[in-house]
């Protein structure tokens, strides 16, 4: 009695398993179909530190070959678009993936017209200081500064020569070149830089 039981349970098992994996695929349209389902909206700061609205749209996409409508023949990253690459790097640069983001701000900055070139060169000069390439951190820098001189990029460009020591003769130019320029709102940043000049001028002093 007890095997036919167990007989009876592995058939409905075995049924069960045969009528599951026969279910029928739904085949979706390759092309996308989306629809809005809700919004929401909240103030913030984003990464080059200016003033933002966070807006996050939800929608529901059905898409039968899962491409989301780009061509076949989009690498990645993306050929041509600019855009896509420079919020990816953004994505990578605040996940520490530094490398990826690299990779996408050069292909940005391949087919990017100023002045949105301006601030990917700040942000490609920032992610090789994370992973310590400082000469190529400072030629972005620079890069930058030629496009839209701002003065925190004399600041940035002065702290990262002080990590390529020995060149403490550029920090001490760029430090100074910074202060000359420095607004009253710098002030915090005006003074850490007085203190750097002392500094570097007492150890080149005892180095002699």
């Not at 994370?130 to 925190?152: G, T, W």
């Not at 910074?178 to 850490?192: D, H, L, W």
Request: aromatic share 14%.
């Amino acid at each position: 009695m007890a095997n036919i039981l167990k007989s009876k349970i592995l058939y409905f098992i075995v049924s069960l398993l045969i009528f599951v994996n026969c279910k029928k695929i739904n085949d979706y349209s390759t092309t996308p179909s989306i629809e809005f389902v809700n919004s929401e909206v909240k103030t913030g700061t984003d990464l080059l530190g200016n003033k933002s609205y966070k807006v996050t749209l939800q929608f529901y996409l059905i898409d039968g070959d899962g491409n989301v409508g780009l061509p076949n023949n989009a690498g990645k990253p993306y050929v041509g678009d600019s855009a896509f690459n420079f919020f990816s790097q953004l994505f990578f640069l605040k996940n520490k993936q530094y490398n990826k983001a690299i990779k996408h701000l050069n292909t940005a900055l391949f087919y990017i017209t100023s002045p949105s070139k301006s601030d990917m060169h700040l942000q490609l000069a920032k992610a090789y200081g994370m992973i310590r390439e400082f000469a190529k951190s400072i030629e972005q820098y620079k890069k930058s500064y030629e496009l839209n001189p701002k003065n925190n990029i004399l600041y940035e460009i002065a702290t990262t020569y002080e990590e390529l020591d020995p060149d403490r003769q550029k920090a001490l130019e760029f430090y100074t070149k910074y202060i000359q320029n420095a607004t009253q709102k710098e002030s915090k940043r005006c003074e850490y830089a007085k203190s750097r000049i002392l500094h570097i001028k007492e150890k080149i002093h005892w180095e002699k």
